[in-house]
């Protein structure tokens, strides 16, 4: 809806509608997720949904943008030009952060996604998602090789599409999708991938030079 409610008690009660929804629409998908289920799960009257919702539609992209942006608030390869650790090292917590965001919101990212198929609005809230974090990832492309430690003739645009969409696509089958794979293995082989496609030295993982040719 337009803006939040402004009282103390009004905003305690749509944060519990959207917690409620949440774990309604996680349990039982979008199409069998009743108002007056997530109503009681949020412990208030049918009736005081519609005041802060107009339908579960809204109450899902609601939700649905708040889980987005979380995947995206994970630790970036560096931040604030403060540089932790080396390339490799970044790249790894990086990867590491977003497996970890995704494995906690593995159930609504269900719903997410198959919604994502039939609604115009969920689709655009998660092509946003993407939009943001292939600047981010661009952002960090870049500052590897303004270090000397990437191969300055990849385009970094590519590289953020191929390797933040390598990570997404891994995280969702992982977690989704059935793959069975363990975390820290899976954070290792994704940070090699990223670290060989740019180029950077994974012999030595302390270093921020680029692979000698």
């Known amino acids: 809806m337009d803006a939040g409610p402004r009282s103390a008690k009004g905003r305690r009660t749509r944060a519990r509608l959207l917690e409620g929804g949440k774990a309604v629409f996680e349990r039982d998908g979008f199409l069998q997720a009743r108002i007056t289920d997530i109503a009681n799960e949020a412990d208030v009257s049918h009736g005081a949904f519609y005041h802060y919702f107009d339908s579960k539609e809204s109450l899902f992209r ?3 943008e708040e889980v987005e942006v979380r995947l995206v608030s994970m630790d970036d390869i560096a931040q604030d030009g403060e540089r932790r650790g ?3 090292d970044r790249i790894r917590a990086a990867n590491r952060s977003y497996l970890l ?3 906690r919101e593995a159930k609504i ?3 997410i996604e198959e919604v994502s198929r039939y609604d115009d609005d ?3 809230i998660r092509a946003k998602r993407d939009d943001l974090l292939g600047l981010r990832l661009e952002s960090a492309v870049a500052r590897l090789q303004e270090e000397g430690a990437a191969d300055p003739r990849i ?4 590289a953020a599409m191929a390797l933040g969409g390598m990570v997404a696509r891994f995280a969702e ?3 989704i999708g059935g793959w069975s794979y363990d975390l820290d293995p899976a954070v290792e082989q994704l940070t090699l991938l990223w670290a060989n496609s740019l180029g950077l030295d994974t012999d030595d993982p302390r270093s921020n030079q680029p692979r000698a040719t």
């Not at 385009?155 to 590519?158: C, G």
């Open 86 to 88: 080396s390339a490799v």
């Open 101 to 103: 965001a995704y494995r």
């Open 122 to 124: 969920v689709r655009s």
């Open 155 to 158: 385009d970094k645009r590519y």
């Open 173 to 175: 089958m992982m977690f």
């Open 109 to 111: 990212m269900r719903v």
């Open 62 to 64: 609601e939700i649905a």
